[in-house]
């Protein structure tokens, strides 16, 4: 199955006109997401809740890690730099966290709302090695930018 990232950005920004929950944007946004395509095993947020500590958010999948500090980690080094990690082997990551034993290959981009403030990041893995491309990185990448351009930032 391939995304047809046209129809999925104007579903999610049907769902998500007027909201500023990020609560409510990243659920919504990791349900769409995940049930878009098959090679998406886990797809979810880690959300920024203290100085360089990421906490799972809303998500589809099997269990995730609880709590990844920006220093650690795919998830960690997007929030980190703020740059899209796509990795394509993630035995070949040097610091990967094995949140699950299936995942294969990562793709993490960082959420940010208009203001800039780093919300949280945005984590796809796929059971599968070399799952994705930088075409879904880009499309998912716009995806975000418009969903959480309106968020109110997050206060734990």
Same mark, same amino acid.
């Not at 080094?77 to 990795?87: M, N």
């Not at 040097?94 to 034993?101: F, K, N, P, T």
């Given at each position: 199955?391939?995304?047809?990232?046209?129809?999925?950005?104007?579903?999610? +920004?049907?769902?998500?006109?007027?909201?500023?929950?990020?609560? @409510?944007?990243?659920?919504? =946004?990791?349900?769409?997401? &995940? &049930?878009?395509?098959?090679?998406?095993?886990?797809?979810?947020?880690?959300?920024? =809740? +203290?100085?360089?500590?990421?906490?799972?958010?809303?998500?589809?999948?099997? &269990?995730?890690?609880? =709590?990844?500090?920006?220093?650690?980690?795919?998830?960690?080094?997007?929030?980190?730099?703020?740059?899209?990690?796509?990795?394509?082997?993630?035995? +070949?990551?040097?610091? &990967?966290?094995?949140?699950? @034993?299936?995942?294969? @290959?990562?793709?993490v981009l960082p959420v940010v709302n208009a203001q800039g403030t780093l919300l949280g990041v945005f984590d796809i893995d796929s059971d599968r090695p070399? +799952?994705?491309?930088?075409?879904?990185?880009?499309?998912?990448?716009?995806?975000l930018a418009l969903a959480f351009s309106d968020a109110a930032e997050f206060t734990p």
């Open positions: 199955m391939s995304v047809d990232y046209t129809t999925l950005a104007q579903t999610i +920004a049907a769902l998500t006109e007027g909201e500023t929950d990020v609560i @409510s944007l990243m659920a919504t =946004v990791a349900c769409e997401v &995940h &049930h878009s395509d098959d090679r998406f095993d886990w797809t979810g947020f880690y959300r920024v =809740v +203290a100085p360089e500590v990421l906490k799972i958010g809303p998500y589809q999948g099997g &269990h995730g890690c609880l =709590v990844i500090p920006f220093s650690r980690g795919v998830c960690g080094a997007a929030a980190r730099t703020r740059d899209i990690q796509l990795v394509p082997d993630v035995e +070949a990551f040097s610091d &990967h966290i094995a949140c699950s @034993s299936s995942t294969r @290959s990562e793709l070399d +799952a994705f491309t930088q075409e879904d990185a880009d499309h998912i990448e716009k995806i």
